[in-house]
């Protein structure tokens, strides 16, 4: 019986030592969303690649993340974002681990929608954008970090978001309250200015109502989706 089977069957996470992984959805919480997170570290005007990005076995809402990283990244018109790692190991063969997803037969299976989603840019991106202009003391200084989109994490899964540095003017270009009306705190709902996109943290969903790639992703509460679109029991 291999580790990843022990921690399932005792329900002890604790017990993964490196690389500790939640066993929890991010679709629980905006904050801990990869969306914000990526958003974080993209420059205005510039190409934006994410490198390395995965939801991590053994945990067990894992496959929520290619579509939604799809989805998201057209709404942000980011150029691309590569999930890690992909080794030789052939499916079904080797055994599970943390990252090597080349082994995981039901997360490449994840792929035949999420790809096509990104790359035909089915979601359209948002028309608008919020630009942080970073000033040099805040770069230069320790902790040389901004907590704008820490305050405001549900702003990048409504409008796209970026930042300059060095600018001689600190502050933000483009009103939050144009978007604030995509947000419900209450309801802990949030939906693109496109209206293609909405997530539901209370629910635990988020979805698509594009035409081309209508769906919706996420575990939901008690296995029920409540996306407007595809409503399910």
Not at 81 to 103: C, I, K, T, W
Not at 165 to 171: A, F, L, N, T, V
């Amino acid at each position: 019986m291999g580790p990843s089977q022990v921690w399932k069957i005792q329900n002890d996470w604790s017990r993964i030592l490196q690389a500790p992984i939640d066993n929890q959805t991010q679709l629980a919480g905006l904050a801990g969303n990869l969306i914000p997170h990526f958003a974080q570290a993209r420059l205005s005007g510039k190409p934006f690649l994410i490198t390395e990005w995965n939801d991590c076995f053994p945990n067990e809402y894992r496959l929520e993340g290619p579509p939604l990283l799809a989805a998201y990244a057209d709404l942000q018109g980011w150029d691309g974002a590569l999930q890690f790692d992909f080794d030789h190991a052939v499916p079904g063969v080797d055994g599970l681990q943390a990252f090597e997803l080349s082994r995981w037969p039901d997360e490449l299976a994840q792929w035949v929608a999420a790809a096509p989603l990104f790359h035909r840019r089915d979601v359209k991106e948002a028309p608008g954008e919020v630009v942080e202009r970073v000033g040099e003391d805040a770069v230069l200084s320790l902790p040389s970090y901004s907590d704008f989109l820490v305050k405001n994490p549900w702003l990048p899964f409504v409008t796209r978001v970026s930042r300059k540095i060095m600018d001689p003017k600190p502050g933000v270009d483009g009103s939050l309250k144009a978007f604030k009306s995509h947000y419900d705190a209450a309801a802990q709902s949030v939906t693109s200015e496109t209206g293609e996109l909405a997530l539901n943290s209370k629910e635990r969903f988020s979805g698509s109502n594009r035409l081309v790639s209508k769906g919706a992703w996420g575990p939901g509460t008690d296995g029920r989706s409540n996306f407007p679109p595809l409503r399910s029991n």
